[in-house]
């Protein structure tokens, strides 16, 4: 009895002290952290934004993936944004970045944007790919196809390191089961909503030939049999190339709707991990889906307040880390 006490309050003190941790980096980002020192910071983000996604309408998918991949690879501190040199390898070549992860440019257009708008180098490159993510939403929106606004926290500093296997590691694969996804995401103390409402950006967006090709040649794999005949039909098996074919999630690429969740309940999802969030079995997994796609106001809402979650996982603050110049490069290097 008095054993189990001891243990039980021990936990509690852990699990205080946790959740303080958590506030505690929560805490340290704020939606106004530029407002004194840089108000044009954030209308000059989305200027760029908008410029971009009105050229090329997928560049808002890209830049929300890459506000993802930057976050579950040691923390949103731009670590995916610096370039491979002589005697440093980052994470823009790992598995799930290479040939992928697109947007680069227009983060460094943001860069330079911004850098000229403040006077000098105020913003961090992380807080660019959180925001940057966050407009191409708010683009969405302004066109009224769909998505809503929400509130980014600021005041992340940028890594002066990256990690090749963290990337490597760290990041979920098209390949997972529903087992892998959620403790993927429980490892970066993201929840099965998280985890779901999250994956609806995949409402934006494309996918590569050479990533879905093992789904929809299976015979065995639970896919629409039309919905894989349609896609073979664009995407042919290995011996006959096009790996760089692109499929969207949803017919919708371009519009925040609910159709990749309503794709998901028809067995139509692209990816294997996609169609693991609905598998038929009336799981939670599957309500979750099942009430997105019917409540898009709540996919809208509930997806904002889960990229502010993703978005606050370890930044860098206070003196850690640096403000990158350019965000390819660390400050001092040769
Ligand atoms: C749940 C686990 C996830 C897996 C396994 C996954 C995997 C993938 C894969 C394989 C692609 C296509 C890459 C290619 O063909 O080159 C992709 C694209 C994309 N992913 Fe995910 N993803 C996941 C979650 C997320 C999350 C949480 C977000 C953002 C919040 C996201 C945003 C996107 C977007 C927007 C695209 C399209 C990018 C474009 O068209 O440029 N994904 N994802
Ligand atoms: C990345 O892709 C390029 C071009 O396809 C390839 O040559 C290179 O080997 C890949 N890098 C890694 C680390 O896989
Ligand atoms: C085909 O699908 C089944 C069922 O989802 C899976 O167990 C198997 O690993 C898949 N095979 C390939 C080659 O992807």
Same mark, same amino acid.
């Given at each position: 009895?008095?054993?189990?006490?001891?243990? !039980?309050?021990?936990?509690?003190? $852990?699990?205080?002290?946790?959740?303080? @941790?958590?506030? +505690? &980096?929560?805490?340290?980002?704020?939606?106004?952290?530029?407002?004194?020192?840089?108000?044009?910071?954030?209308?000059?983000?989305?200027?760029?934004?908008?410029?971009?996604?009105?050229?090329?309408?997928? +560049?808002?998918?890209?830049?929300?993936?890459?506000?993802?991949?930057?976050?579950?690879?040691?923390?949103?501190?731009?670590?995916?944004?610096?370039?491979?040199?002589?005697?440093?390898?980052?994470? /823009?070549?790992?598995?799930?970045?290479? %040939?992928?992860?697109? *947007?680069?440019?227009?983060?460094?257009?943001?860069?330079?944007?911004?850098?000229?708008?403040?006077? *000098?180098?105020?913003?961090?490159? &992380?807080?660019?790919?959180?925001?940057?993510?966050?407009?191409?939403?708010?683009?969405?929106?302004?066109?009224?196809?769909? *998505?809503?606004?929400?509130?980014?926290?600021?005041?992340?500093?940028?890594?002066?390191?990256?990690? #090749?296997?963290?990337?490597?590691?760290?990041?979920?694969?098209?390949?997972?089961?529903?087992?892998?996804?959620?403790?993927?995401?429980?490892?970066?103390?993201?929840?099965?909503?998280?985890?779901?409402?999250? =994956?609806?950006?995949?409402?934006?967006?494309?996918?590569?030939?050479?990533?879905?090709?093992?789904?929809?040649?299976?015979?065995?794999?639970?896919?629409?049999?039309?919905?894989?005949?349609? @896609?073979?039909? #664009?995407?042919?098996?290995? %011996?006959? *190339?096009?790996?760089?074919?692109?499929?969207?999630?949803?017919?919708?690429?371009?519009?925040?709707?609910?159709?990749?969740?309503?794709? @998901?309940? $028809?067995?139509?999802?692209?990816?294997? =991990?996609?169609? #693991? @969030?609905?598998?038929?079995?009336?799981?939670? &997994?599957?309500?979750?889906?099942?009430?997105?796609?019917?409540?898009?106001?709540?996919?809208? #809402?509930?997806?904002?307040?889960?990229?502010? /979650?993703?978005?606050? !996982?370890?930044?860098?603050?206070? =003196?850690?880390?640096?403000?990158?110049?350019?965000?390819?490069?660390?400050?001092?290097?040769?």
């Amino acid at each position: 009895m008095a054993r189990s006490r001891k243990v !039980l309050s021990c936990c509690f003190i $852990q699990i205080t002290a946790f959740s303080y @941790l958590i506030f +505690m &980096a929560i805490s340290q980002l704020s939606p106004d952290f530029y407002g004194d020192i840089c108000p044009q910071a954030l209308p000059t983000i989305r200027l760029v934004v908008y410029a971009a996604i009105v050229k090329e309408p997928r +560049m808002g998918a890209s830049l929300l993936r890459l506000h993802f991949h930057d976050c579950f690879v040691n923390g949103c501190d731009a670590s995916v944004l610096l370039d491979d040199t002589e005697s440093f390898t980052g994470e /823009k070549t790992a598995g799930p970045n290479n %040939n992928s992860l697109r *947007g680069f440019d227009v983060i460094d257009e943001i860069k330079a944007a911004v850098n000229l708008a403040c006077f *000098g180098n105020i913003v961090s490159c &992380a807080d660019i790919l959180a925001v940057a993510a966050r407009d191409s939403i708010v683009a969405v929106s302004f066109l009224q196809l769909g *998505g809503a606004p929400y509130e980014v926290l600021l005041g992340r500093r940028d890594a002066r390191t990256a990690s #090749q296997a963290a990337a490597n590691n760290d990041l979920p694969a098209p390949f997972f089961d529903l087992p892998a996804l959620i403790s993927n995401f429980d490892s970066h103390g993201l929840s099965l909503q998280d985890l779901v409402v999250l =994956s609806g950006a995949h409402t934006l967006g494309f996918a590569r030939c050479l990533i879905f090709r093992s789904r929809i040649y299976n015979e065995t794999s639970t896919i629409d049999p039309t919905f894989a005949r349609y @896609l073979q039909a #664009q995407c042919p098996p290995s %011996n006959g *190339g096009g790996d760089d074919i692109l499929a969207s999630f949803d017919d919708s690429p371009a519009r925040f709707d609910a159709n990749y969740f309503d794709a @998901l309940r $028809q067995s139509r999802g692209v990816l294997h =991990s996609d169609q #693991q @969030l609905f598998s038929g079995d009336g799981g939670e &997994a599957d309500s979750l889906v099942s009430y997105y796609s019917e409540k898009r106001e709540a996919f809208w #809402q509930d997806f904002g307040a889960a990229m502010v /979650k993703m978005g606050s !996982l370890s930044p860098l603050t206070g =003196s850690d880390g640096e403000i990158r110049e350019n965000c390819r490069y660390v400050n001092d290097a040769n």
